[in-house]
């Protein structure tokens, strides 16, 4: 058997010491002015000059991440808010990545009935159809995916991850403050919903495991909470964990061992803006050095992670 | 208190006697061959052709049933998967919708945590800002959303709903086979996960009533579960229902009775493939005529749905 993708994940974590995904949150105001004036003067204040703007910084972050972390994460909504200019910076964005040998985790958080799902499925991961021409549109590695509507939202993409050799992360346990309305409701067999939740999951992942023992279909699991980790890690062996909230959603490096296995495999923790805006924290930073203040923040996670 | 977008859209179903909304799902191999041609001569086999296919027929669906329904329903995922062109298209069939009159609901389903919804926010309901330029992006009337993360994954929706004048619709009991995988699942409170979720967003659209009774923060419930959503019905009185599911998903019209308060408000009833597609079941119909043949089988609904 081949490595699938997600062995490939574990082996480039492995090969690079650091369990970390970039996020890729591009947010018009906290990217540097000098960056930005560079694209109005050219396009005026338009949705094409955002898309350079994003463009341009994702792409420096990139060149300044890629050889010391396997992945990023870009996430949709902010290159989607800016309507068919914003997706097209997106699909730069990850084009570029891949093409520096980067493995690409969108968070779309996409959920929809079945036939709905196999369109996002498509586009996201496979191959659309025009006539005699096929071709891949968005081509990410792995992407987000809500698991409120059931088995059948998720099962079309499957066809796409074993045909094209890709993954999903199935939201768990999200990181944000009120995740607990809806996941931590107890059911009738006294345990949170965010447990049964883990175990369908773990269900649905069972036929799609990989030589390093990880299925295709992975978890999301928020680094803000430490002992819920703690419990899904067990329901869940052969799932890999994406990890977000570290850094500027609270959670420290200790905190993060429970979402790891023993032999500290199986989980990737994401920073975004921890590490793309670092240079924001940093008045001695000139804001024409962002990117390198993106590699010393993730050099520092990496460190920080390494330790424990 | 002026009229509120849920007021506006219960008056305009009144008015026509319609609780019909027609969805837009624009699908490549179910489209008039004749018009693909004449895009592809122009474009070739490319994501432009399909842009400008998808735009044709939605348009042409829209100045057939414009002045019978009050709604057109795009979904999102159909146009998402060409990218950036797609989304083109997604923009200006609202755009050409809203100039019709009509009123859009967005099936965009999303949900995330509050830092990324309020991009979608912005982008779907509200105006971006590049400097001094302040434009909408996709400007939509309802969208709706995923409750999984919890009231902070929908609130900050909230501030654009009171200051553009938009709606929600959340997902509460979707119309697909295993949605109860999850949805269905029973509580400590002896009772399926989808009432718990009812009461939730029962609450959390309390602040938002309109002078006719209703909340901005409507629900989405399948038209394929008449017995739950006689339940829901009873818990949530003032909250408006988007009905998905009835045509090509099985339900029929006397089914909808339960979805409906007893002065027979309150519900819009979705129809998207059994409308737009209908001249693929008859023979008799040419291709040509689609258009025509989608008013035929939406005026056929509404009468269904008036006679019950």
């Known amino acids: 058997m081949q490595d699938n993708i997600v062995d490939t994940l574990a082996t480039r974590i492995h090969q690079m010491d650091a369990p970390i995904v970039v996020g890729i949150d591009p947010i018009l105001e906290y990217i540097p002015l000098s960056l930005k004036e560079h694209f109005y003067k050219k396009y005026g204040h338009t949705t094409k000059a955002v898309s350079e703007i994003f463009f341009e910084f994702s792409k420096n972050i990139i060149d300044s991440v890629f050889d010391i972390v396997p992945c990023i994460k870009p996430q949709i909504a902010m290159f989607e808010m800016f309507g068919s200019n914003g997706i097209d910076a997106y699909t730069k964005t990850i ?40 071709e891949p549109v968005f081509n ?33 346990k999200t990181s944000n403050p009120n995740s607990g309305d ?16 883990a175990k369908m999951v773990n269900n649905w992942g069972a036929d799609y495991i990989g030589n390093k023992g990880f299925s ?42 429970p979402f790891f296995n023993k032999n500290k495999t199986g989980a990737i923790i994401n920073n975004s803006r921890g590490i793309i805006y670092s240079y924001l924290n940093n008045k001695k930073i000139d804001e024409e050095n962002y990117a390198k203040s993106a590699r010393n923040a993730t050099l520092k996670m990496i460190k920080e992670i390494q330790e424990f």
């Open 216 to 257: 295709r279909i992975g978890a999301v699991v928020g680094a803000t909470y430490t002992d819920i980790a703690k419990e899904i890690r067990k329901i869940m062996p052969h799932t890999f964990f994406l990890v977000p909230g570290y850094g500027s959603q609270g959670a420290n490096s200790n905190e993060l061992i």
């Open 140 to 172: 990410s590695d792995f992407i987000t995916v809500n698991p409120y509507l059931g088995y059948d939202s998720i099962e079309p993409f499957l066809e796409e991850c074993t045909k094209f050799n890709k993954g999903l992360f199935v939201l768990v």
């Open 182 to 197: 809806i996941q931590d409701i107890i059911t009738e067999r006294k345990q949170p919903l965010y447990i049964e939740i």
């Open 95 to 134: 084009r570029y990545a891949k093409q520096k040998g980067m493995i690409i985790i969108s968070d779309i958080k996409r959920g929809d009935i079945a036939s709905t799902a196999k369109s996002y499925s498509i586009g996201h991961l496979g191959n659309i159809q025009i006539e005699n021409n096929i």
